[in-house]
């Protein structure tokens, strides 16, 4: 049921258009309530949390910070490369990508 709940809240707000999937994260990561992971994102991104629901602010702070956006843009990043970053900016553990560290380990 968790799944389906964060699910729904991100795509309320837009998931990767906005910062509706970074807001579902720290829910999932962090078991936080809605208000607690948009204010910790806002704050992680350095935007209001009025501007995480903004798609234009968002897109913008996105490509700044290159954590993907809708539309790829040559040279930003995208999938597991996205994901990275994501996982650095707010603090948490992405299975994926610590999976892909780990292999790379020699």
Request: hydrophobic share 50%; proline share 2%; net charge positive.
């Given at each position: 049921m968790g799944m389906?709940?964060?699910?729904?809240?991100a795509a309320g707000m837009g998931g990767?258009?906005?910062?509706g999937d970074l807001v579902a994260r720290m829910q999932m990561a962090r078991?936080?309530?809605?208000?607690?992971?948009?204010?910790?994102?806002?704050?992680?991104?350095?935007?209001?949390p009025a501007d995480l629901s903004d798609e234009r602010v968002m897109r913008e702070v996105r490509e700044e910070l290159?954590?993907?956006?809708?539309?790829?843009?040559?040279?930003?990043?995208?999938?597991?490369?996205?994901?990275?970053?994501?996982?650095?900016?707010?603090?948490?553990?992405?299975?994926c990508v610590n999976r892909l560290k780990d292999k790379l380990k020699f």
């Open positions: 389906s709940i964060a699910h729904a809240v990767i258009r906005t910062a078991k936080m309530r809605i208000n607690d992971a948009k204010a910790y994102v806002a704050g992680k991104l350095k935007v209001s290159d954590l993907g956006v809708i539309t790829s843009v040559p040279g930003c990043a995208k999938g597991i490369e996205a994901k990275a970053r994501i996982a650095q900016l707010l603090g948490i553990e992405i299975n």
